[in-house]
């Protein structure tokens, strides 16, 4: 018997076949959800959070603050990932928020967002997509960086 048959029998072989069949389960029912967009749900690790989710938090928690979209960085005079939102109090701005991907903080682009949100003193605030961002974490990230 050689060094992976070894390896393979007994329990390992049956905790591999088991994470296979739970693997295999669950790509069953995400592929025959009725919906071929992510779901925006409040409980559990993994859940995807789209903008529009951010996006009707603010609004509705926020009356005082209108919302622009997609807003370049070259509208401050420099490159890098476009700002999601930008908060807004009587057309002036009072903070920047992205909805990032899990690895996006690592990029040229996030960082160049963020330091020029830094140089012209604008709160930048950012939330993973891929975390569960309780409605109460979002609303208190928001009072914490503009302080009111």
């Known amino acids: 018997m050689g060094f992976f048959d070894k390896l393979l029998s007994g329990k390992i072989a049956e905790t591999l076949e088991n994470a296979v069949q739970?693997?295999?389960?669950?790509?069953?029912?995400?592929?025959?959800?009725?919906?071929?967009?992510?779901?925006?749900?409040?409980?559990?690790?993994?859940?995807?959070?789209?903008k529009s989710y951010f996006q009707e938090i603010i609004t509705t928690e926020f009356p005082q603050y209108s919302l622009r979209e997609s807003i370049p960085v070259s509208e401050f005079g420099g490159e890098g990932r476009p700002y999601d939102f930008g908060l807004y109090q009587e057309g002036n701005l009072v903070a920047l928020v992205s909805v990032i991907g899990k690895n996006e903080y690592r990029t040229?682009?996030?960082?160049?967002?963020?330091?020029?949100?830094?140089?012209?003193?604008?709160?930048?605030?950012?939330?993973?997509?891929?975390?569960?961002?309780?409605r109460e974490v979002v609303i208190g990230r928001v009072h914490r960086f503009i302080g009111r």
Do not use: L
């Not at 669950?26 to 959070?49: K, M, Y």
């Open 108 to 134: 040229h682009g996030f960082w160049n967002s963020e330091k020029k949100a830094a140089e012209i003193g604008m709160p930048f605030i950012y939330y993973f997509r891929n975390m569960t961002n309780p």
């Open 22 to 50: 739970n693997a295999t389960n669950n790509n069953t029912s995400t592929v025959s959800s009725s919906s071929s967009q992510p779901v925006a749900s409040s409980t559990g690790r993994g859940n995807i959070r789209d």
